[in-house]
Every structure is written in C-alpha cells, then in structure tokens.
C-alpha cells in the first residue's frame, strides 16, 4: 500500500479520467456492478461471515450486528439500487446556464464532478455500494473508510466496484479502500487532493473531523430539534408530531429533543405529556410546565442543548413565537425545527424567520431526509450554509464548470470600446 | 468597541431579522443608500482627502494612490450601481424547487442568504459600497475590514450603509467596519457566527488567511493560467490571444502565465514570440522553444509553477494535447485555462478534460471575470470546488432553506405502511 498523499495524488488522477469518460461508460460500469453483485454473491457473503463470527466473539450489541450482517436479500437489494442509477440520466456536463457573451462567443456553465471524496462510515457495510455507486455516478473519486468490524466485508464490497470499472475500461483507482486510524489522519491533510470529507456516524465522529481537517466536511455534528406548540395548536395534531418526532426513531439526528410550549396551550399539556411517558418518554421540563405535566424531572440548563439520541424529552414553557425563535437560534443546531399551530400568521412568521436548514410547519420533524424529500439517494444531512444545505442527494457531490468557446476573442477589444457585451441568455441545451 | 466574539454575534443578530425582513425594505434601504451617498458627498470626499493626505506623506505608490481616491464621479458611479441594485428582483425566499411529498404535505426549497460574512479587502474603499450593498440585497450580515490607507474613507462609507438600513428600520448591526490586524485574527476564529470569508486582495492575503481559519474561504490564492497552442492553431490567432492574454492587465489573476506549444506550432512561434517581445514581454522558455525563439532566457522549474503578475511569460514546448493537459494539472491553479486550435476534436477534449473552473477554447483568458460573464456584480474567482466556482455573483452569497407545510403528517405512518410518498414535482412559484 502506498502512502496516503501518493493514494490521495492516484485516486486524483482517476477520476479525472473517470469524470472526463462518456457517461454511458459510466452507467455501464454501474450495469456491471449490478451483476457483479450477484456473481461474486457467495465471495461477499462467505467475508461478511468472517466479520460476523469476530463480531460475535467481541460481543458487538445486537442492534450494531444486524447492521454489520450481509445476506443474499440486502444484496438483492443493492444491485436493484445500483441498476436504478445506472439508468438515471448522467448528470456530467448538464448545462446549467449558456449566455451569448457576443456574437460568436458563448459561456455555459455545465455540471462537473466535485472531484476526491473521503468517506468515513461506521460498520454498515452496505454504505460502501451505496456511496461508491453515487460516486460512480457522479464521476468522483472516493476513498472509502468503514469501520474495523466491517474490514472483510469493506474489502470484498470496494473489489467489486474496482473491478465493474476496470471491466468498462474506467480506473479502478477512482474507487480505494482504506483501513485503520493512522491512514485517516493522513488523509484529511491532503487538502490538495481532497476536495470533500463526508463522515456518516455519531456526531463526535463528525466533531473530531471537523476539527481535524481544513477540507470542507459535509455533514451534521448534532441535530437538536424543536418542536413549537403555539398557542392556536390543534392539541390533538400537537400530540401527534411529538409523539412520532420523539418516539419513531429516537437515535435519528431529526427526532425532536425539545418542546417548546406557548403558556396558552399549558391548559393542553397535561394530555400531550401522558401521551409523551405512555410511550416510554422521560420528561424534563421547566418549572411552569412541570406544575401541569403529571411526571416530569426538573430540566437543567445543559438539557436544552443536548441531544438525547432517546426517548428523553425536554420540554420548556415560552412566552410567545419571538421567544420561541430566540430559543431556537440560540440553543439548536439549525438542522430542523418545526411548528404546530392553526393560527397561519404564527405558521408564516415561523417559516420566514428561524434560521435552520429545515422549518415545518405542522409536520413532524422525522420527514427531514433525502429519501422522504424525494432526492432519490442521500450522501448525508448537512448543517452547513456552504455548498449544499439540509438532506443533500447527488447534487451535493457536483460542482460546476464554465466553458467558453470563441472565434479568437481578445478582452482587450471590450476594454477599449471597440466590441461590446451582448450577454444574452440563451436557453441551456438539455 | 466590543469584543469580537461579541461583535461577530451582534451582526449574526441583525442579519437575521435584515434576512426575514420584507425584500421591499432591503431595496428602499438600498434606494436610500445611494441618497446617502450624494447627500453626504462632502463628508465623504473630505473623509477621503484626510487619507490621501496621510498616504502622500507615506508616499504610497501612484497606482495605489489611484485606487484610493475617491472623486465626485466615482460617488455618482458607486450611487448608480446601489440604485440599479435596488431594482433587482429579491431573491430571498425565491423558490428553487417544489414536491408534493403526499397530499397536503408540501416541500419547498427556498433561496436565504448565507449569514454573516467577513470581508476583508486592500486599498480601494469603492469595495465598501460595492460589497456592503450587495450584501443588503442578498439579506446578509458583513463585517468589513478595509486597508490601513483607507481608514477614514471606509468608516465614513461604512456610516452610510448603517444609516441607510436604520433610515429603513432595518438593523444597522448588520453592516459593521472594524480595523487592524488583531481584530482580524479573533474574526477568523468566529466559525459559529461568521459563514464566510471572502478576502479580495494579493495571494499571499489569501494563503495567509485560507491557513488560519476553520470558515470556508471564497476566492482563489492563485491564478496560474495556461494557453496550450495546438498544432493546429491558426498563427494570427494564437498570437492575438497570447498577446492579449499576457498584456492586457498583467497584474490580473486571469493573465496567461504559460504558453504551453505543440511542437508542430514551433515554425509559427518565432513571429509569435516577437509579437511579445514587441509589446515588453520577456518570455522563459524551455530548450526546444528557446531555438526559435529570438529572445528568450531559460525557464527554470519554478517558472511552471509562478504567478508573475508582471510582463514575463512561461514558454513550455509539448508533445500534444496530453502532454499539455498533464502539465496544466501538475502546475495550474484550475483557475482559468485556454486551448487554442482548429482542430475541433482538440477544442472538444481540451473542454472536456481540463479539470479548471474555467475552461476556454479560442478566447483569451482575460475574459474569466464575473462582469463579463454577464453575473453583474461580481463578489471573487473561486478556485474552490465546494459551494462556487471561477467568477462568483450575488449567487455565491446565497444558500437555501427547506420549508415543509404539513396538516399533522408524522414520519411512523409512512414508515408502516398505512401512508406512501407521491413525491410530485410541482412547478416552483416565482
């Protein structure tokens, strides 16, 4: 194995090739992916066995095997991913914009890839299909670093990627594998090389790279959602959103960790929190919602910026939507906040004003992902203002390009007065 | 003065009620702007006259003394650009993108501004106005830091966007100035509240600050351009963009640095390099080059990889449009490179292949600029591949949000079954 600035310099290199490839090369690097799925089955499933058979021996917990466990039906499933995107139409060189600059003279901005991407996942395997093949796809190169338990599987899984490129002719160095902690440290220093880190796993994960690395990091480090019970709420929709957004998924980074209650709607809380500890949800709340709510701990300070990752609810007693908001700004995460009210001012205020990558209205915060906003695939949900905000799908891994053809255009001509600028749109060639 | 940990948030909190204001009050600020500017021409213009005065003294060179003036007519300039500014379309809330995710549940992704911003820019206070009004129209909060040279032009100038807002009652807070290097340092130190930093100034300012701050970086440290002329390149032509690409503005980022010459052109190259020679060029070259050329001293290896930034250009002689290519992404910068050919099949790759943010093909790489792009404003180049590439406008400044309006809808029942997604592409409301 090489060095890591020399791995980083390779993986470069092909994709360069890679992006620069007809993209009907790549969709049929993606076709052959698919089959090699199901040829090299018994290969990945007799690896996933070996990391299973460690895992169990290092008493990994139940939920973490599961997640590591391949079988023939979640390969199944990836290749149908996989020959889903081999058909999506190639998003490479898709113009974005064309202006006649002047007769004879034309600018497009086209869609290109981002270029190098780290991914740096824990153990699901799966993970490695699912963000090589957006790669391919998207023409990047990634390096793909999984969790140790998964190193059997991660291997066998990034061989079969290598190869359904090498076998359409594209560098299988666009796709590498990489295993350990030491390699990681050396790559998030190769900013020359690397254009984009995406860490998939717990929010230290996210917080250690962030702060480890001057390539930009795709991602969230925490999700600290809110759920705003006007006065005008529907007591009975109210008691709906923070039950799913608590209770659906209580580890996901958009279930709601903070309740924020207008004092108007106190009178309704009673039911909402018997609704909320029926479910198995703790309740910590302030000292005016507590005298209504039938069980609840007293909340601390550091309770309205945790994330829980449990059924554990803090729950806070506001005086209005202003004090609400400033809540918000001042303790989430900007990832996403929600409101429950029938008073349609209270809705628009709340949509136009907080600052978060996400803001529902009358919806629970659970609906905050790339699959259920319809982006097909999700890299990852970004709390970040740059480049790509919220649920991001593969318009997050692209970037673009400005061409400009001429006939021997010289800038010298306009500065003079001689020429002038036509700068007229034209319609993009789709 | 406050803190600048303070003073960051300060403008963190004016930009957010600047962002959720109507747009009608941005462009009335805006319009009141360019009163402002006419109305306190006298201020201004005595303001400026104090730095002049202290710049004489310090005997700035006359080119920078230039950029420091400021005339009744550059004010008119300044005043005419704010107004046009005025009444542009507002472009937050403008929405990018609508899906009906099931009956009565609507997501819309929302155009917002990007927060706060840190600018930090040399002599010329025109930057103030011309950043300080964009900023206003795009809904963002901007810290301004100025050059020492400038310092009672800037505070003067700064005073009239604030009034302007306030006049308004927009939050005067989210336009600040500040001053010195040690402010500077804090700023850069800001991650949570400062979103940008878009330093407009030498390669060493923005080297200097890409390597001591955790904020993204808009802009570009270099620009190392290349002309690659084809075997097949018309003589005249060539020479056109050579000359124009080399002299137009020599000290501009998008100035040819390198001509990188197919062998086949070499009997061309003789007339070519007169052509430069005639207009004060002085040409480095490489052995095969330096035969036909009739004045020209040995390019050393740091030659490929120097932004001069003055009258000398880099002559490399090339097998073909591979050889060019690899050169371009072993020393470029991927700021701006250009092909010049007749061979279309070479134009078509050289588009295709060149990994830069701006890729031309018979055009001079003078024409890499967001004026003649046609953005209006332009804000910087990025050589950044993350958020915005090459000649960035009011876009660069701009992120998204995602609204979602619901009536009660929670994740669980679309997770169980009882409810599907209909993910319906609706056409955006402009």
């Known amino acids: 194995m090489p060095g890591m600035p020399e791995l980083a310099r390779s993986v470069r290199e092909a994709q360069r090739r890679l992006g620069a490839a007809e993209g009907a090369r790549r969709s049929a690097s993606l076709t052959r992916l698919a089959a090699l799925l199901d040829e090299h089955k018994a290969a990945l499933l007799d690896a996933n066995r070996e990391d299973m058979v460690a895992a169990e021996k290092g008493n990994l917990a139940p939920p973490l095997l599961r997640r590591l466990e391949l079988t023939e039906a979640k390969l199944q499933t990836l290749a149908e991913g996989v020959s889903q995107l081999a058909r999506w139409p190639d998003p490479i060189g898709k113009e974005l914009r064309r202006t006649e600059l002047d007769s004879g ?54 061989d079969c990627l290598r190869e359904a490129l090498a076998d359409e002719g594209l560098p299988a160095d666009a796709v590498r594998g990489v295993e350990g902690r ?121 309770d309205w910026s945790t ?7 803090a729950v806070r007693t506001v005086a209005g939507l202003d004090d609400a908001i400033e809540h918000i700004h001042r303790y989430g995460s900007a990832h996403t906040d929600a409101v429950v009210a029938e008073d349609e001012q209270v809705r628009r205020r709340f949509l136009r004003e907080v600052d978060s990558a996400s803001v529902f209205a009358n919806a629970s915060t659970r609906f905050a992902d790339g699959f259920r906003y319809g982006l097909g695939a999700e890299v990852g949900i970004s709390t970040s203002r740059i480049h790509a905000r919220g649920p991001v799908g593969v318009d997050g891994l692209l970037t673009s390009r400005w061409l400009l053809e001429g006939q021997g255009q010289v800038a010298g001509d306009y500065g003079s007065g001689k020429r002038s600028f036509t700068h007229r749109t034209l319609p993009p060639d789709d």
């Open 105 to 158: 003279l034309v600018l497009r901005k086209v869609q290109s890839p981002l270029g190098v991407l780290l991914i740096i996942f824990e153990s699901r395997p799966d993970a490695v299909i699912q963000i090589g093949s957006l790669a391919m796809r998207s023409g990047n190169g990634v390096i793909l670093k999984g969790g140790a338990e998964a190193t059997q599987s991660n291997r066998a899984l990034v």
């Open 182 to 302: 030491e390699p990681v440290a050396e790559l998030l220093q190769q900013d020359d090389d690397i254009d984009l880190v995406i860490p998939r796993g717990s929010g230290r994960l996210v917080r250690s790279i962030q702060s480890s690395t001057r390539i930009p990091v795709l991602g969230h480090a925490e999700g600290i959602c809110h759920l705003y019970v006007d006065g005008s709420a529907d007591p009975a929709m109210a008691r709906r959103l923070a039950v799913d957004g608590k209770c659906d998924y209580p580890a996901a980074c958009n279930a709601t960790e903070t309740l924020l209650v207008h004092r108007a709607f106190l009178p309704h809380l009673t039911s909402l929190g018997r609704a909320l500890t029926a479910a198995g949800v703790e309740l910590r709340a302030d000292d005016d919602a507590r005298a209504v709510l039938e069980d609840a701990r007293p909340a601390a300070e550091e």
């Open 307 to 313: 994330e829980y990752g449990a059924p554990i609810l």
